[in-house]
């Protein structure tokens, strides 16, 4: 911290020697001190913020794709900003989910972020279902990172008692419920697909069993 600000420091004891040595009364010198942390506490803060990441320009093949999905320019934009901000969040859990072995479990155990990342490029191949997959975007996403996080934590501490041990048995509980929620948001986005193919998996039984039929017909 010190580091950080010497030149702050060096900058006020040479503002208090001028404005000593000019004659100014001790009044202004309390006044530019007082201005001089007010900015530093506006434009110091400011620089913790995180930046959100920035949308990558946007190609002309997917350009093309989502206009062929009858997508508006606004609607465009809102759709790319959701996935930028879904695809960091991915990636933040699944730096999460290699943290601890319990959370490793969870993820073996529900394919988490693979699923995340299936249900992600399903997105992207058919945008105007945005609003099918709300659930998983904006609350069973969020909420399983913003859980993640608090579950490393508190396991990052040196000592724990009882109480500690019990809070993180309660946290991957609900980890895990929400692991399993995510799962069930890709099986229910990509059942369409599942029916489909049962469709066309009893098509194909039903013309196996006549060419069958034909074969043992014409051996006889």
Do not use: C
Not at 16 to 34: E, K, P, Q
């Amino acid at each position: 911290m010190l580091k950080r600000n010497w030149r702050w420091i060096v900058a006020l004891l040479i503002a208090f020697f001028y404005i000593r040595l000019s004659g100014y009364s001790l009044i202004t010198l309390l006044l530019v001190v007082g201005t001089v942390f007010i900015i530093w506490g506006l434009f110091g803060s400011s620089k913790k913020k995180k930046r959100p990441a920035e949308i990558p320009d946007l190609s002309k093949e997917l350009e093309a794709h989502y206009e062929e999905s009858g997508m508006t320019p606004s609607e465009i934009t809102f759709f790319r900003q959701t996935m930028n901000q879904t695809k960091t969040e991915i990636s933040q859990l699944q730096q999460n989910m290699q943290q601890t072995a319990k959370l490793k479990s969870i993820d073996l155990r529900h394919d988490t972020v693979k699923a995340a990342k299936a249900l992600f490029k399903e997105l992207v191949k058919e945008p105007h279902r945005l609003h099918e997959a709300s659930q998983f975007l904006y609350t069973h996403l969020p909420n399983l990172i913003d859980l993640t996080n608090k579950y490393i934590e508190i396991n990052d501490h040196e000592i724990k008692n009882k109480q500690t041990y019990a809070k993180l048995e309660e946290s991957a509980v609900i980890i895990d419920q929400l692991a399993s929620l995510i799962a069930q948001d890709y099986q229910k986005f990509v059942s369409d697909d599942l029916d489909d193919l049962d469709v066309e998996l009893s098509i194909a039984k039903q013309s196996l069993k006549r060419d069958n039929e034909l074969e043992r017909e014409s051996n006889q």
